[in-house]
T-cell receptor
Framework: AQSVAQPEDQVNVAEGNPLTVKCTYS??????LFWYVQYPNRGLQFLLK??????LVKGSYGFEAEFNKSQTSFHLKKPSALVSDSALYFCAWSDYKLSFGAGTTVTVRA | ETGVTQTPRHLVMGMTNKKSLKCEQH?????MYWYKQSAKKPLELMFV???????ENNSVPSRFSPECPNSSHLFLHLHTLQPEDSALYLC?????????????FGPGTRLTVT
């Protein structure tokens, strides 16, 4: 079955350190990949997407993601994490509907 | 604010009650979605509407009944729910229904079935 996977349930980093949230995909053809973030008691917010073209995608709030076809990965990155980045992050793929990974809880400590 | 609003934000209902969830999008989008988010489970797509026509129903029990009277409004009518239906119900919209359109989500309705 086609899917995305987020291998880490939790990621903990110190403020100011680089943040990486991992996502791998198992999707045939050209994958359309997305990242969303969910803050406590809120809905999901779109961060960025990969459709085609440049493998490095820049998104909201200083986040970027790199599409790597050989490793079938689409990891989310931020060079310097903030405490306010603490949230639940979802990777998703789309084939006319979004299918989400299980989510990764990010905690950034001051 | 994402341009998608949901009411009520919290709802407690008994198993014999009938209630409705409301979603409104102010983005001029043509597609709308209902999702269910339960603890420890991936988001589940329930229904998809495109141009006010239901185009997808993911094996959702009949106690959930969607309605899309126009492209800006989406309802989820609830009746005779079960305790396992307690969850966060999220509404979303996108410009069109397609693989590369991002979706914009409302804040959700936290439903508790007693």
């Amino acid at each position: 079955a086609q899917s995305v996977a987020q291998p880490e349930d939790q990621v903990n980093v110190a403020e100011g350190n680089p943040l990486t949230v991992k996502c791998t995909y198992s999707v045939s053809g050209n994958p359309y990949l997305f990242w969303y973030v969910q803050y406590p008691n809120r809905g999901l917010q779109f961060l960025l997407k990969y459709i085609t073209g440049d493998n490095l995608v820049k998104g909201s709030y200083g986040f970027e993601a790199e599409f790597n076809k050989s490793q079938t990965s689409f990891h989310l990155k931020k060079p310097s994490a903030l405490v306010s980045d603490s949230a639940l992050y979802f990777c998703a793929w789309s084939d006319y509907k979004l299918s989400f990974g299980a989510g990764t809880t990010v905690t950034v400590r001051a | 604010e994402t341009g998608v609003t949901q009411t009520p934000r919290h709802l407690v209902m008994g198993m014999t009650n009938k209630k409705s969830l409301k979603c409104e999008q102010h983005l001029g989008h043509n597609a709308m979605y209902w999702y269910k988010q339960s603890a420890k489970k991936p988001l589940e797509l329930m229904f998809v509407y495109s141009l006010e026509e239901r185009v997808e129903n993911n094996s959702v029990p009949s106690r959930f009944s969607p309605e899309c009277p126009n492209s800006s409004h989406l309802f989820l009518h609830l009746h005779t729910l079960q305790p396992e239906d307690s969850a966060l119900y999220l509404c979303a919209s996108s410009q069109n229904r397609g693989e590369f359109y991002e979706q914009y989500f409302g804040p959700g309705t936290r439903l508790t079935v007693t």
